[in-house]
């Protein structure tokens, strides 16, 4: 493990920025070896590593992209406490995963749509979150997700890393407020149910049933005020039985 002067962490920008020389599975190797061997999370300095992921995806160079990447998503993985996790929920490292949607390879754009996801997804865990932030984040995310399978790496890999992001969002949090945006996620998700590859089309239609599930009534049988975003989720998403009817009929 590359550690820093004195022993106080792991060399994260050093690691990363080698990826423009190594192969990537080595790269992330060490990274999952560096979190794994930690004595202490303490240790493992992850605001460094959000500023070298940051770096690298910024840097421009598809190698060192999606070795940024692919160390968020690792970090994300790894179970840190919520105070260590919070440290990733950064501008700058969301910004530069967003801006990783309009690479040109597949594999990047599934990486970053699956970090960006994950990123929204795992912060939200924090025992203080701002709810208006996260929220705000979310609704940025489905246009960006929507757009990947239209951009210049639309493939079958992305397709799959859309579907089983838009799952991961919509997973275990009945607050969720997409606003007017559900029915952008509704329509993105349409075609990818009836895909005919099984592990997308699977995605897409359990991301549809939790998306469905948000139409349900509010609590006590009270509507939503009109023109808030909870209103206008609610008129984005077809009702249960108007689901079921347009699977009939299509």
């Not at 050093?14 to 192969?23: N, V």
């Not at 990733?88 to 309009?102: G, Y």
Request: proline fraction near 6%; charged fraction near 20%; charge should be negative.
């Amino acid at each position: 493990m590359s550690l820093t002067a004195g022993s106080r962490g792991p060399r994260w920008a050093e690691m990363l920025a080698g990826s423009a020389d190594k192969d990537v599975g080595n790269v992330i190797q060490s990274v999952l070896w560096t979190l794994e061997t930690a004595s202490a999370p303490e240790r493992l300095d992850v605001d460094g590593l959000a500023q070298a992921a940051t770096s690298s995806l910024q840097s421009g160079q598809p190698q060192r992209m999606l070795a940024g990447s692919l160390a968020v998503l690792a970090v994300l993985d790894h179970g840190l406490p919520g105070e260590l996790v919070a440290v990733l929920n950064s501008d700058p490292l969301f910004t530069a995963l967003s801006a990783a949607l309009a690479s040109h390879s597949p594999m990047l754009v599934a990486t970053a749509a699956r970090a960006l996801a994950a990123l929204v997804v795992v912060t939200d865990k924090r025992a203080k979150l701002d709810r208006q932030e996260k929220h705000g984040r979310l609704r940025k995310v489905v246009p960006q997700l929507r757009n990947t399978l239209d951009g210049p790496a639309r493939s079958f890999l992305v397709q799959e890393a859309v579907a089983e992001s838009c799952c991961a969002l919509l997973a275990g949090d009945d607050a969720i407020n997409l606003g007017s945006h559900a029915g952008a996620m509704w329509s993105m998700l349409w075609p990818l149910a009836v895909h005919p590859q099984d592990v997308i089309s699977d995605a897409a239609a359990i991301a549809l049933c939790r998306l469905t599930w948000l139409k349900r009534a509010h609590a006590g049988g009270r509507a939503p005020p009109p023109g808030s975003a909870q209103a206008e989720q609610q008129q984005a998403i077809p009702s249960v039985e108007e689901a079921l009817s347009r699977s009939c009929t299509e």
